[in-house]
Structure formats: C-alpha cells, structure tokens
C-alpha cells in the first residue's frame, strides 16, 4: 500500500522537474539569451603549461568564474533564477520602499518615545530589522537573484588582471621569467579562455646562512636544522619562507623566549650568484641595541578555579600542591587530578606548546567554561595564573519530536541528566532514557503496518583518568593523553507485534588521545545479556522456514550471554568530522574478541540455564575521505572490510556481531540489511497458469561473516542550507560456508561478479545544528537476480517480482 504510494509520488515529482528542465531549456539552457549586443558568456577557462606549479592554486586568480552548471545536462538553472527575479527589480521602488518604512516607524515611535519607551524600543529594533531586510534586497538582490547568480559575461579588462595575478604568483614559485598569454576562442556567444603559461627556469636555492647573533638561539636552530623548510637545491617558494619563519617563531617561544615573535625574522635573498641560483639570509634582529633576546623562567604559577563566582567578596583560601598555588573559594576539585593536565612548573621555561597543552586539557576534563592563560612580568618575577571557570554542576537537555516511518506517526522522547564533578575529583555521569513509538511493517506481511514501542535507559560514569593499579607518576605522565575511564550500563526494551525484546549492557571503557588526530579506545568486560519472547505464530512460523534456509536471524531471539573485549583506533586526519577543510580523511579500525573469559575457565558454549554463549573474532576497518574540486563541490568516497569468525562448539556469532549491507548509510539501493550474502536470494515460487514467478522476499535481514562495501560521493551545494549528491555505492557480505544459503560463501573465484552496485541522486538540508538526508536509490546490478537479468536494463518483471528498483533513505547526517 505505501509503496505503490511512493511510485506514484515520484512518478509525479519526475514530471515536475522534467517539465521544469524543458521550460529551462527553452529559456536558453546556458542564459545566451539575456546577452546584450557585443556581449559573450564565459563558458569554459582553462590553464595551459604549468609543469611545476599547481593548476588547482593557479585557477584561485581567476577575477571572473563561469555560471555553475548541472552536469551531462549542460544547464545553468542558477542564470534562469537570477533572470527571473531580475523582472521584478526595481531599485527606485526599493529606495522609495525603504524611506517610507522608515518614515512610517519614525512617526509611530515619536508617539510613544515618552509615554511608552519600552513600546518605542520594540519599535526601533522592528523599524531596523525591516530596513536592513529592505537594504539586502537592494544590496544582493530579491529571494531568486539570491538564489540564482548573474551571468559570466566576458571582461576584457577583469581577464587581463588574471594574467597579472598569476605571473606574480609566478614570481613567487621562483619562476621570475615566467610569461603568461591571452588567448581566447568564441563560438556564437560563448568565450573559451584559455591562460597560457610559460614557466621558464626556475631560480634554485644554493645557500642558507642563519644570521641570530645570539649562541642560544644559534644552537636551537642548529638542533632543529632536519625540520627546516628551507633545504639546497629546492626551488624558491616564498610560502617556504613564510612557513618557515612561523617554524622559528613556535621553535623559540617554546624554548623559554616568552616575547619573541615572527616580526624579529627577515629575509635578504641574493639573485646576483648566477645560472639561474640564489642565496637565503635568514636574519633575526635584536629586541634592542646590543641585547639578546631574553630567556623566561616560570618564578611561580597560580591557578584560580572559580575566577567567575558570584561570591566575589568571599575570602580565597590558598593551597600549594607540587608547586602550584591552587586559589579557590570553595574546595571542590581535586588538586592531584587537576595537577595531572597541568604542564607548567616553576622553574620550567615558558612553553607555549605546555601553556596550549594545559589549556586544552583542562577543557577536555568537561567541567570548565573557560580556561584562561596568562603571564606577568613584574618586579623581574614571571608568574603564570590559570584561571578558570566552572560549569553548572547539573545539565539536562530533553528532545521531544515525531517520526514518520511506513506512514504512521511516532512520538518519541530523550531525557539526559548530567552530574558534575560528583565524587570532587572531576568525575561526571549521565543518566539518560528514551521512549518513543515508530511504524513498522509486520515481519509476516508487508502490506499490514503497526506501531511498536522502543524504550531504553543507560548510565555512564566518567572518570578523567585509568582506574588502574598503576603508580601516580605514570598516572601523571598519562595526562597529557587525555585519559578517561567510562563505566557503562544500560537497559533496552522492545515491543512488537511478533515479539518483546530486553536486553542489559554493561562494559567498562578506557580511552586516550595521543594528539588532535589519533583516539585509542580498549573497553573490557563487556557483558550483553538478550532474552526475547515471541508473541505470535505466525512469526514463529517465519523464523523456523529462515532457519532451514541457513539464514541465522532466528538466534536474535534466542536466550543469549555475549562477554567480550574491544580495541579499536581513529585517525582523523585535518578533522574529518567538521567538514570544513578542503582536504580531509577518517581511518578506524576495531578488533575484537568474545569468549576469552570462556576459554580462561574452559566453559562450554551453552551453559547449563539455556543462555546461548559464544566464541569469536572480528575485524572491521572503515577509511574515509573528501576532497574539494572547487568552493561549492566535493568529491567523497568511503571504504570498508570486515570479517567475523565464530571457533568453538557453537560455530555462530551473536547476531548483533554479524555484518550488513544495505540501508541509508551503505547501499542505499537495498533496503537496511537486505543485501546478499553473495548471490544468494530468499525466493518464493509462484506457480500461475501461464508458467511460474520468481518473488524475491527480503522481510527478514541478511546476516554475513565478511563485508567489502565502497562509497563515492559527488556533493554540491545548490544555494544556501540545500545540497545536492550523486552517488554510487557497491559492495556486499559474504559467509565462509554456504550451508543452505546457495551462492552466499566467499570465493576468490566469482566474489567480483557478486558485488551489488547502486547509484542515486540524494537532497540535504544542511541547517548548521542538522543536516537532514533524503537519498534516491537505484539498482544498477543486483547478484541475487539471475544470470543474465542482474544489470538494470536487463530487468524481467514478467517473472520476476518481489524486487525494489527504488528506495527512499531518510536519515540524518552525512552517509560517511
């Protein structure tokens, strides 16, 4: 019933947008219509001849950009949005608008300026949010010239400042010869550029003389010689030069030279040697005449904990521990904790690397607002005063909301407590529950939907360091890494139709931070403890045909304890998560082990109370990366193995511990965990008077023991909150042995021949606190089908049903 519901949705939606891209292209899919006599549109721009330098870095100078266009449709919808909205721009009746507003308001809050001076405010503040409404139209244009963007009409003169901009650009690579051309193709209306460059020789680093006239600074320089970025023989960069004078900077201020800084670093290069090489003085001048800079010795250091209390006439009490003067009105923190992710001493020489380090630790103890730094330099004396600021002591946050799922309606809730500081030594815990309904399709029949209730609550504890029998001073040492210890418990319970589900999890979790890239997590004692109860027989029915199939989905509701250990490692290279830089990536891998309390006391897989008990390995790594193609484009990609091994009498996993594929955040042309194993396909025959029909089900998931699944994004932003993705994903999981799942096994032989491919175009809605996904997926090729039917043009719905060519993914958040 919903599905044929979805179809007839985007048969509708199709329409609409094919209507829509007709009308744009009888408007003139590029926009040459709207030119003026002896105007050309800028279709293309090309850099030509660069060997050396950076064609991604030289198209940065361009002063003119092409309209953006919709890819293999050759349309610039964005031209036909700004022309659009350029037919009812009228900038007199905007400048006539704006002085009526304001004259208007002026009148009303003369009236009450006196009498009502709060009603007068409020009437300022609408009078200046009208305005400035008013002044953007003026300014940047109406909703769809916004929307939209003006037409690349060819500058001669803007051209001719490109050409400009790249030879200095030149000049500073080192190539001082270097040419750059003009030259320009124009076909009808449209202008092809193209920049054509001719580097030359580039000029060569032949010496480097450090200048310091100081024998400490000397002998810094000289130590870190390796790390320079100025080497022989290297061509001249100026960029090298500008690193390298922020290298000698940090170099210094982290060796003790508390008021040195970059603009004591000059430069005096030498292009007189000859044959096309140059000499490099790097000079650092004097603070004054005949004086070295001065090296900084940390006298004392004092650290403040409540800098922002209310209660500012209170007496401080003072209290040193290992060196450092703790001030505080009220004694609530634990001096040995605080002292472990503090890295300054007397005694010490400034570091701006330890001064950086102990701020960030500080934040990461999640009990400070702030965390301020600084030094004084009276009466000869050199003191560090930290001050901070604590948090509340209680944070609640609450989510209330409603999901859409298979038609029907569900509420849910999220309740989180949080407790600071609860034992005095910068402990936290949460508390958290959640409960919520959600519409489901029946397991049995697809075409029945009814809601089932989820509920759940868990609580953490947060230690800022490793409970562990180890000695104070490793504990110290560990500081820096960002320590913690978590104690997790939690209790989750489900409640359908066809079954009732609780579960208890429990697990104790230790984790560091070695820098902002690299998070170690090792977590011990995991217990999960299952038990299910079936409610109704024809579910019962169900579960017993899957399991003479092979299809392990039945041991979910069997009664089951999980003991296990977990190591796992995250790279994150330039900060993936925050999707801001141009270039970023994401490695994480896991290893883990269930049963090796079982082997230590040799106890058997199935214990004498009926609990399903198991042995096994896994092993999951997930690599990812994006890169920028130009401002508003990226390009994403994901790639992701595992293998799970089960060893020991049971021969299978715990279901949660099998791997997937399918679902909005892998193949999205599958539904969530429908896809393979291998080729396998669950198949009902049906038997008619004109022959037989092959229906594919896929009510129940597809568990395998080893996954290979790639991900590849083209993500664009169209204006503002909205973005647009082209995606492809393939991928599949596979079983060591097929056992009454035919095609499922893994064989290096056909595996290739069996990785489903899907491809899409998705919608975000990027509103900064939430992006919200929608994703179109389609089969490209399905290896469950049969041979010869498994690509998309081969598709036989004669005798072949069962099968969904589309899927809708809503979801949250980016896919990878």
Known sequence: MPRNHRYRRLKRISYLLFVFIIHIYLSGCLGTRYLQKDEYLIYNQKIKGNDETSKEKLTEFYKQKKNRRIPLLNLSPWVYFYQWGMKSFDIDKLNKKKELTGAKYDEKIALYNTEKPKKAGKLTKKKTKKLDKIDRTINEGNFLMRLGEPLAIYDDILAEATVEQINTYLNTQGFFDAETKLAMRVEKKLVFISYLINEGKPHIIDSIIYNTGDKNIDSLTYASAEESLLKTGDRYNQENLTDERARIEELLQNNGYYGFSRQYINYVVDTTVGDYKMAIELKILKPSANTNHKIYTIDSVVFTTDVSSTSRNLKRFHEVYNGITYKYIE??????????????????????????????????????????????????????????????????????????????????????????????????????????????????????????????????????????????????????????????????????????????????????????????????????????????????????????????????????????????????????????????????????????????????????????????????????????????????????????????????????????????????????????????????????????????????????????????????????????????????????????????????????????????????????????????????????????????????????????????????????
């Open 331 to 816: 004694d609530n923190y634990s001096k040995k904790i605080l002292d472990r992710r503090v890295f300054l001493y007397p005694g010490q020489r400034f570091s701006r690397k330890d001064m950086l380090e102990s701020q960030r630790q500080l934040l990461n103890l999640d009990n400070f607002k702030f965390v301020n730094i600084n030094y004084d330099t009276i009466d000869n004396r050199f003191i560090a005063n930290i001050f901070t600021s604590p948090l509340k002591k209680y944070q609640m946050t609450n989510e209330a909301g409603v999901n859409v799922t298979e038609g029907l309606p569900g509420p849910f809730y999220n309740l989180t407590l949080k407790s600071r500081n609860i034992f005095r030594g910068l402990e936290n815990i949460e508390i958290s529950g959640t409960i919520g309904y959600e519409g489901v399709a029946s397991a049995t029949d697809r075409s029945e939907v009814y809601t089932s209730l989820e509920a759940g609550a868990f609580m953490t504890l947060i230690f800022p360091q490793f409970l562990l029998p180890i000695s104070n001073r490793y504990k110290s040492k560990f500081g820096q890494f960002n320590p913690k210890t978590s104690i997790v418990s939690g209790f989750a319970y489900t409640n359908r139709n066809e079954y009732k589900r609780a579960g208890f999890n429990a697990y104790i979790n230790y984790s560091w931070q070695k820098d902002l890239e690299k998070l170690f997590s090792v977590r011990i004692a995991d217990i999960s403890l299952i038990r299910s109860t079936i409610q109704d027989s024809l579910f019962q029915q169900a579960l017993d045909e899957i399991r003479e199939r092979g299809n392990n989905f039945w041991r979910t509701f069997t009664p089951s304890l999980v003991l296990s250990s977990r190591f796992s490692k995250t790279i994150n290279f330039n900060q993936y998560t925050s999707y801001l830089s141009r270039k970023a990536a994401f490695l994480k891998y896991t290893i883990e082990a269930g049963g090796s309390v079982l082997n230590a006391f040799n106890i058997d897989y199935e214990d004498s109370s009926g609990l399903q008990l198991y042995k096994y390995v896994k092993f999951v790594a997930d690599y990812r990366k994006y890169q920028s193609i130009s401002p508003k484009t990226k390009i994403a990609y994901r790639l992701r193995a595992g293998v799970a091994k089960s060893y020991g009498g049971s021969k299978v996993l715990p279901y949660e511990k099998y791997l997937f594929s399918g679902g909005s955040n892998s193949n999205r042309a599958w539904r969530p965990r429908r896809l393979g194993p291998g080729s396998y396909a669950n198949i009902d025959t049906i038997f008619t008077d004109t022959g037989s029909i092959l229906n594919y089900n896929d009510n129940f998931e597809q568990p395998g023991e080893i996954q290979l699944e790639a991900n590849f994004e083209l993500r664009t932003q169209v204006v503002g909150f909205f973005h647009t993705a082209l995606f492809v994903d393939a991928g599949n999981v596979w079983t060591f042995e097929e056992g009454q799942r035919p095609g499922s096994s893994f064989d290096i032989r056909r595996f290739y021949k069996e990785i489903a491919i899907g491809a899409g175009i998705g919608g975000r809605f990027d509103f900064t606190f939430l992006l919200l996904r929608l994703d179109v997926g389609f089969r490209v090729y399905d290896p469950a089908l049969p041979q010869g039917y498994r690509w998309f043009t081969q598709y036989n719905t004669d005798w072949i049903t069962g099968v969904d060519k589309v899927i809708f993914n809503l979801a949250i958040g980016y896919p990878f």
